[in-house]
T-cell receptor, first 111, second 113 residues
């Protein structure tokens, strides 16, 4: 049973474009929604995270949009750059419980 | 200084062998994990230890045995390796509690031939 559904599996975006990755969750008790970025040969690293009491969080070119009623959240990468090419994972957790990861999105930014 | 370090980075071995992967974190975290990432990049939690005590064991075959000699170290021993064990294994650590990010090592790529 997958509690966090992520789409698309892969995404190709032109340099300078907007990359959008979507996630949906089932457990309304989740209270922490991080995004992790993984480059080839490296471990995932926290990129940005949000709590359900806000609808948007922005850090530089990266923005999380959160829709509590729809149980969805998304990552937007503005002005996408080739260096953003990586695999992105959305995740969710509740309190001290383990983090549940989505299946990942392989993002490729065309130069 | 590397926060979460794993050794070895690559491990190639034959079916039936026994192998170990070591992990150390210097962040002072109280919880450590092993994750398995398959060829499709799915991240699957295997084990979690909190202050040297096992708290999560996710339906992993008995051939996999984690050991935590202290809260800074979490090793993974695998007996009777099978082809399906080929994957990248990540160690991670965090502070127990809300909003604490996971810190991952750079992974150990295990290839079983």
């Amino acid at each position: 049973q997958q509690q966090v559904k992520q789409s698309p599996q892969s995404l190709i975006v032109q340099k300078g474009g907007i990359s959008i990755i979507n996630c949906a969750y089932e457990n309304t008790a989740f209270d922490y929604f991080p995004w992790y970025q993984q480059f080839p040969g490296k471990g995932p690293a926290l990129l940005i995270a949000i709590r359900p009491d806000v609808s948007e969080k922005k850090e530089g070119r990266f923005t999380i949009s959160f829709n509590k009623s729809a149980k969805q959240f998304s990552l937007h990468i503005m002005d996408s750059q080739p260096g953003d090419s990586a695999t992105y994972f959305c995740a969710a957790s509740r309190g001290d419980d383990k983090i549940i990861f989505g299946k990942g999105t392989r993002l490729h930014i065309l130069p | 200084d590397t926060a979460v370090s794993q050794t070895p980075k690559y491990l190639v071995t034959q079916m039936g062998n026994d192998k170990s992967i070591k992990c150390e974190q210097n962040l002072g975290h109280d919880t450590m994990y092993w994750y398995k990432q398959d060829s499709k990049k799915f991240l699957k939690i295997m084990f979690s230890y909190n202050n040297k005590e096992l708290i999560i064991n996710e339906t992993v075959p008995n051939r996999f045995s984690p050991k935590s000699p202290d809260k800074a170290h979490l090793n993974l021993h695998i007996n009777s390796l099978e082809l399906g064990d080929s994957a990248v294994y990540f160690c991670a650590s965090q502070w127990t509690g809300k909003s604490s990010p996971l810190h991952f090592g750079n992974g150990t790529r295990l290839t079983v031939t």
